[in-house]
């Protein structure tokens, strides 16, 4: 499913399980009607949309990247900047992420490098998964996406949800909204100097190269 405003950033999101019933689909789907309601473009994804084989170098050679692989890379080439919500198994991420990650790392130029990142996590557990949370921040830092330093994990996540989809503690949702909220600004910010930047520059590329050089000296 796709929000699309074309005036802001662009953002991925996807919870990291492969069931149906995933509570991190549940989670991933909250966090993506914020961002929406925020005036940005949002694609949710699911894991399911990048489904690939085994990181195996051979095939790499012999085929190149499975498609799933490409779908993934294509949305993070589109997107300024993405969120997984994320299982916690055995106090670490899940292996079908990791795999996703191995082969798009593989891809070049590397799509994880510049984008920002948000890590949240639902478990039934009483920490919410957060552990696994700490675990994929390596790969990713290690890649150079620009990691949020505040994550946000749901703690029995099986009773955590209302019906509409939000969370069932007010509390807890205006937490999550309030961490997605700080998040998009400091999105928003870059993109829009990066933007500011450009036009900037165009601008002075209008005028003579003296000012140019002037403005730059001052
Ligand atoms: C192999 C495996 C390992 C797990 N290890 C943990 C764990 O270390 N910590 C935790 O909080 N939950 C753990 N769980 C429980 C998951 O948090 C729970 O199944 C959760 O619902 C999975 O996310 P999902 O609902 O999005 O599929 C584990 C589940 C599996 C299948």
């Not at 796709?2 to 802001?8: A, D």
């Amino acid at each position: 499913m796709r929000w699309v405003s074309r005036i802001s950033a662009g953002y991925l999101v996807f919870g990291a399980a492969l069931r149906a019933g995933s509570l991190n689909a549940r989670l991933a789907s909250q966090v993506a009607r914020l961002i929406a309601e925020s005036g940005a473009d949002v694609d949710l994804a699911s894991m399911r949309d990048f489904s690939m084989p085994l990181y195996d170098g051979d095939a790499e050679y012999a085929e190149g990247p499975p498609e799933g692989a490409l779908a993934l890379c294509d949305l993070l080439e589109w997107c300024d900047a993405f969120v997984i919500s994320s299982p916690e198994y055995n106090a670490s991420f899940p292996g079908v992420l990791k795999n996703a990650i191995d082969w798009v790392s593989r891809i070049q130029p590397q799509p994880f490098k510049t984008k920002y990142a948000l890590l949240v996590s639902a478990s039934p557990s009483q920490v919410g998964g957060n552990r696994g949370l700490w675990a994929l921040r390596v790969p990713l830092e290690h890649l150079g996406t620009r990691v949020y330093p505040d994550m946000f994990s749901l703690a029995r996540a099986h009773e955590g949800f209302a019906e509409d989809g939000r969370l069932a503690n007010p509390g807890q949702q205006e937490r999550l909204a309030e961490t997605v909220s700080a998040f998009v600004h400091l999105v928003e910010a870059d993109a829009r100097y990066v933007c500011l930047q450009r036009r900037w520059y165009e601008f002075l590329g209008d005028r003579t190269d003296a000012l140019v050089t002037q403005r730059a000296e001052g």
